[in-house]
């Protein structure tokens, strides 16, 4: 079926057109729990392809994806902040940035969180494999973080994630990322001071985070860092809009 639909948008780009105008509404009516759902299964859709490459098994395309060069550049500024005793990582899938941190900081407590359960298993049976003992993922929703007391971590981060958050849950995500957070908050989403903290639908969500930020947040700094086009070379989207948000809370309050 998704195949014959695939043609007939090849065919015609005004019904292609129609057709993601049709998603887009729907996701603003449906708000985030469309995407929940289709993270949450996304193993499931045999039919779906890649987002590292195409390979078919969608949970070892992530884990394979760790030498690319945008993660590279992620573990390069979350390295900036040592000593880390401890990391959280919210949406971390099988855990490819959790791997390469746990290779920087073998003797950091690192632990990430996941919708996709099967991504866990996985993530965990190839991390023990592969010899790393200091990192952990769970099965949670990035919204139902009650499981950790305030101030639980020095670094929390998102990577790709944000991105797929309406405006109905991202207030109480960020408020929450904030509120678990020690010391730095890093957010590599897409960015712009071009759309409003709540953000708009282009493709996937993106936002004016800063603003966004300064609704929980006090007097700490908030730094912006565009990501280098060259490591995004097959994503357009990512080239204009991908950014590293870092917000430097020490001793700072949730508002």
Not at 230 to 235: D, M, T, V, Y
Request: charged share 25%.
């Amino acid at each position: 079926m998704k195949q014959a639909l695939d043609y007939c948008f090849q065919l015609n780009p005004l019904l292609n057109k129609l057709y993601s105008t049709l998603i887009k509404y729907l996701k603003f009516l449906v708000g985030t729990r469309w995407d929940e759902r289709y993270w949450a299964k996304r193993h499931l859709r045999k039919e779906e392809k890649g987002d590292w490459g195409g390979d078919p098994d969608w949970i070892k395309e992530y884990w394979d994806s760790r030498s690319h060069p945008y993660r590279n550049f992620l573990i390069q500024k979350l390295s900036g902040f040592s000593p880390i005793m401890n990391i959280l990582e919210v949406g971390c899938n099988c855990g490819p940035n959790l791997y390469l941190l746990a290779k920087k900081f073998p003797n950091s407590e690192i632990k990430g969180i996941d919708i996709n359960p099967l991504a866990v298993r996985r993530g965990n049976e190839w991390l023990i494999q592969d010899g790393i003992s200091n990192v952990e993922l769970l099965v949670s929703k990035i919204d139902e973080l009650d499981q950790f007391q305030d101030k639980s971590f020095d670094i929390v981060f998102t990577s790709s994630v944000l991105m797929y958050i309406g405006p109905d849950k991202i207030k109480k995500v960020i408020r929450e990322l904030v509120r678990i957070t020690r010391k730095t908050l890093i957010l590599s989403e897409w960015h712009s001071f071009e759309f409003s903290s709540l953000g708009s639908h282009m493709l996937y969500w993106v936002r004016d985070y800063v603003s966004l930020l300064k609704e929980f947040i006090k007097e700490e700094p908030i730094n912006i860092i565009k990501m280098p086009v060259e490591i995004w070379q097959e994503n357009s989207n990512w080239q204009k809009y991908g950014t590293i948000i870092e917000v430097i809370m020490e001793d700072g309050d949730v508002t």
